[in-house]
């Protein structure tokens, strides 16, 4: 194995910068689109619902393809795979930008640019573990990944806002092209810790089944405002589907054969009541990342720049409590940090539910999005720290993979939940009826984060 790394000599910093940026543009992408919904819908004559389809499919594909990708970078190796998954992105992303219609943008956008998140957000984590040994040098750079991730989210529809009102929205994936070039300048002369094991078996069928039951339940949600029994009929049919997995790698490893996942990584109380944090954090950042930036733009009339600017709260937000992340983290535990980013992010969903109601002017958004982008920005470095900390490091591979796609789940079913409530025609209060369950949603996280055990004022390891 190569030397091991510290973020404060060149070398660290090389190797760190890279991997940050593929976080940073994965996590934009997802909300980017936002604040160009109504940009897209009259240039590629559709609808807000059909953007909507387009958000959702690239967070849901990432989601899906997760798992199976983690596992592919040890038959194939952790660099190999990185290359891959960001040459796959970038053609994406150029597909995108060139778009004639939704067919091409859902192909570039949603498949192709998902499948690439999937091969590369893996090695990311991976390369971050194997590299960065200790545990106050490991957490660092866990941090200032999920901190680049979060702040990629948070900024994606102020950046997007001013592409699109400067350029076009086409602009926005042109670039995403040149954060790919650089991300794959920088990464050339990065080395792979490990050598590729391509005798290493692949449980295709737990990857179907997996990636299968998550489509059939995000794509039922999505059938709400359309047809009740077809909503029933997919999530029922996704259950089903994702039982049948968990039954699949089960007997997978009573007759010693190789599974997706290890069953003994949901037997970790802590670690799953973490990667419920981690869901519900995603689900709300990116469902009122969607609601505000719809509403915006579809009901009050605002331009892409303007709908931007008023993420800018959050984007703020998110930034300070990312950057206080590991001066809080040796002051306060992570469980501590947990609750009360839920409890801040809570409220800011109440302020944003009742001030925007009450006035009609920009500024009613600004104390409701700073609280949330401060919320979640004292969390999402601890709920990883939570899930990863739980295994030793025989098994981070597989739980890296599993938690990134339990996050990208949670982002995809807070665009389809509440982007699906706010389109409806079943509802009069489309916005208030999907910040109040983004708010029941926060509430749950709150519960799960409760239930934490308390733990020491150090971070843990990576």
Request: hydrophobic share 50%; net charge positive; aromatic share 6%.
């Amino acid at each position: 194995m190569t030397d091991t790394l510290t973020l404060p000599t060149a070398a660290g910093r090389r190797v760190l910068v890279p991997l940050a940026l593929a976080q940073f543009i994965c996590s934009f992408a997802g909300s980017s689109m936002n604040v160009m919904i109504n940009d897209i819908s009259k240039d590629l004559h559709t609808t807000a619902q059909g953007v909507q389809v387009a958000i959702t499919l690239f967070l849901l594909v990432m989601a899906a393809l997760m798992i199976p990708g983690g596992k592919l970078t040890n038959r194939y190796g952790r660099k190999r795979c990185l290359m891959v998954g960001l040459t796959t992105y970038g053609v994406g992303a150029l597909l995108s930008a060139l778009a004639p219609g939704l067919g091409v943008l859902i192909l570039g956008n949603s498949i192709l640019e998902g499948v690439g998140t999937a091969l590369l957000i893996p090695p990311v984590y991976i390369l971050t573990t194997l590299l960065f040994t200790g545990t106050t040098n490991r957490a660092r750079a866990f941090g200032a990944i999920m901190a680049l991730g979060g702040i990629g989210a948070a900024a994606g529809p102020l950046i997007g806002g001013l592409l699109t009102t400067a350029i076009s929205w086409r602009a926005n994936f042109g670039f995403q092209v040149l954060v790919i070039v650089v991300i794959v300048f920088l990464t050339r002369k990065l080395k792979d810790p490990l050598p590729a094991d391509p005798s290493q078996a692949f449980d295709t069928v737990g990857a179907v089944l997996s990636a299968l039951g998550l489509v059939l339940v995000v794509t039922g949600i999505l059938a709400a405002d359309n047809n009740t029994w077809l909503m029933l009929g997919l999530l029922l049919s996704g259950v089903l589907v994702l039982a049948g997995f968990f039954r699949w790698i089960s007997s997978c490893e009573r007759s010693g054969r190789e599974p997706l996942l290890s069953m003994a990584l949901f037997r970790n109380r802590v670690s799953n009541l973490g990667m419920v944090t981690q869901n519900i954090q995603w689900l709300v950042l990116m469902g009122v990342s969607f609601t505000v930036g719809a509403y915006l733009q579809v009901v009050r009339g605002y331009s892409a720049i303007a709908t931007g600017g008023v993420f800018t709260a959050a984007t703020l937000g998110l930034l300070v409590s990312s950057l206080s992340a590991e001066r809080l983290a040796k002051r306060y535990a992570q469980r501590t940090l947990i609750v009360t980013g839920f409890v801040v992010t809570v409220a800011g969903i109440v302020l944003l539910l009742t001030l925007v109601r009450a006035f009609n002017d920009v500024w009613s958004f600004t104390p409701g999005l700073l609280l949330i982008g401060l919320g979640l920005g004292a969390m999402l470095t601890p709920s990883v720290n939570v899930v990863q900390s739980s295994f030793p490091d025989s098994q981070q591979g597989e739980i890296s993979g599993l938690s990134r796609s339990v996050s990208n789940l949670g982002s995809s079913l807070g665009t389809a939940i509440a982007g699906t409530i706010l389109v409806s025609e079943l509802t009069k209060n489309g916005y208030a009826a999907a910040m109040a369950t983004l708010a029941l949603f926060g509430l749950v996280g709150l519960g799960a984060a409760f239930l934490l055990p308390r733990g020491d004022r150090t971070m843990p390891s990576g």
